[in-house]
Nanobody, 127 residues
Framework: QVQLVESGGGSVQAGGSLRLSCAVS????????VGWFRQAPGKEREGVAA????????YYVDSVKGRFTISQDNAKNTVSLQMNSLKPEDTAMYYC????????????????????WGQGTQVTVSS
């Protein structure tokens, strides 16, 4: 049984940093793609970053490029999202998700393509 558990959310002021972690267990498929998504109240869920090919390839949406870094620790089966220079518009519930996706599909960050989801962790950035 595949399980994803997020941790590390919280409240910070604008300009601050947070590090989110996603512990992945039970995943035995090839082509593992792990993505971080976020959903603000009243808005659709959007992908922000993805990592695949055992961590050798990474993808970011434009709004977080240069501020967020996704990384993978294969020994610990965790995927982290380091978030720097946070803005109030980054406020959302953040989710990690996994799917058996090749690179081209992985970077679409389409939520419907990801089969497994964590429960989410809240990030609040105040101005």
């Amino acid at each position: 049984q595949v399980q994803l558990v997020e941790s590390g959310g919280g409240s910070v002021q604008a300009g601050g940093s947070l590090r989110l972690s996603c512990a992945v267990s039970g995943y035995t498929y090839s082509n593992k793609c792990v993505g971080w998504f976020r959903q603000a109240p009243g808005k659709e869920r959007e992908g922000v970053a993805a990592i695949y090919s055992a961590g050798s390839n990474r993808y970011y949406v434009d709004s977080v490029k240069g501020r967020f870094t996704i990384s993978q620790d294969n020994a610990k089966n965790t995927v982290s999202l380091q978030m720097n220079s946070l803005k109030p518009e980054d406020t959302a519930m953040y989710y990690c998700a996994a799917g058996a996706l090749a690179g081209g599909w992985c970077t679409t960050l389409r939520p419907a393509l990801f089969n497994y989801w964590g429960q989410g962790t809240q990030v609040t950035v105040s101005s």
